[in-house]
Nanobody, 123 residues
Framework: QVQLVESGGGLVQAGGSLRLSCAAS????????MGWFRQAPGKEREFVAA????????YYADSVKGRFTISRDNAKNTVHLQMNNLKPEDTAVYSC????????????????WGQGTQVTVSS
């Protein structure tokens, strides 16, 4: 059982930056790969980024490569998403997710989800 709580969303101008955080509960946090997904109004959920258990491997959607960075601190049970050079099309609710053992880029492969945090990018 893993509980996830996101924070750090907000309103930012195009070209600006935000850093999202995900706080995870549980003694076995190190056994889970972590991912970030987003969903805009009227659109399907979209994969953003994922990170392996140790943090040695990362995986990004083509739309965010070079702009977003995922990281984790297993000592603090936290995962972060640094978002730079934000664009209006990045506007969405961003959710943190956990998957036992191996990382994945498909939403239905993840076991646990946070409630999400709103990111709005103005033009």
């Amino acid at each position: 059982q893993v509980q996830l709580v996101e924070s750090g969303g907000g309103l930012v101008q195009a070209g600006g930056s935000l850093r999202l955080s995900c706080a995870a509960s549980g003694r076995t946090f190190r056994d889970y790969a972590m991912g970030w997904f987003r969903q805009a109004p009227g659109k399907e959920r979209e994969f953003v980024a994922a990170i392996s258990r140790s943090g040695d491997s990362t995986y990004y959607a083509d739309s965010v490569k070079g702009r977003f960075t995922i990281s984790r601190d297993n000592a603090k049970n936290t995962v972060h998403l640094q978002m730079n050079n934000l664009k209006p099309e990045d506007t969405a609710v961003y959710s943190c997710a956990a998957r036992y053992w191996g990382l994945a880029g498909t939403a239905n492969e993840y076991n646990y989800w946070g409630q999400g945090t709103q990111v709005t990018v103005s033009s």
